[in-house]
């Protein structure tokens, strides 16, 4: 069975962003593409057990193994050679993402206190949105009293629009709170 959200899009978003900015063929309404999440972690080299800790951690928030990221260079002020671990990412594609995308607008960023919308100023002129949450204990999966250090998670959403304009109007129609709705 196809993710809520992507059904949603077919039946909904795609007519309705059609309309909004009178494309000519169906093809060009905007997508989304993929997720990217990424967790850096500055203690990893001096504490790999964090560093497995937050890769089990992203594997249960997106149902999905992480990659660890490796430094490229070395760099002495922050003993960091070239090759170490340093964190861990995972790009979601397909029904993961879908999925991902529907337990974070409904689920998670409600959970955050004090929460008035996402910021809408994260897009990069090329239609990509970038967020990050300051803790990962937004997510219902993770056991608050399991973990060890609270780490940030840097979330980038790609789509094929060309513009910020039609991204906004493409998560917005998904449902991501921002801050400012237009």
Same mark, same amino acid.
């Given at each position: ?12 978003? &795609? ?8 494309? @000519? ?8 593409? @993929? ?42 002020? $922050? ?20 999925? $991902? ?5 409904? *689920? ?35 056991? *608050? ?11 980038? $959403? &790609? ?22 709705? @237009?």
């Amino acid at each position: 069975m196809a993710a809520r959200l992507r059904t949603k899009y077919k039946n909904e978003i &795609v007519p309705e962003l059609n309309k909004k900015f009178k494309f @000519k063929s169906i093809m060009q309404v905007p997508r989304l593409e @993929k997720i990217v999440l990424n967790v850096g972690m500055g203690e990893a080299h001096t504490n790999p057990k964090a560093l497995e800790a937050a890769v089990e951690e992203l594997a249960l928030i997106t149902g999905q193994r992480p990659v660890k990221t490796k430094a490229k260079k070395s760099i002495a002020g $922050f003993k960091i050679r070239e090759g170490m671990s340093l964190g861990c990412m995972v790009t979601l594609r397909g029904d993961y993402m879908y999925e $991902f995308l529907d337990r974070l607008v409904n *689920v998670a960023l409600p959970r955050v206190r004090d929460f008035k919308g996402v910021n809408d100023k994260g897009f990069d002129g090329r239609g990509n949105y970038n967020m990050s949450i300051k803790e990962q204990i937004i997510f219902p999966e993770i056991k *608050v009293d399991k973990i060890n250090t609270l780490y940030g998670i840097n979330m980038t $959403f &790609v789509t094929n629009s060309k513009s910020n304009e039609e991204a906004f109007s493409l998560l917005a129609a998904f449902g991501m709170p921002y801050r400012n709705q @237009k």
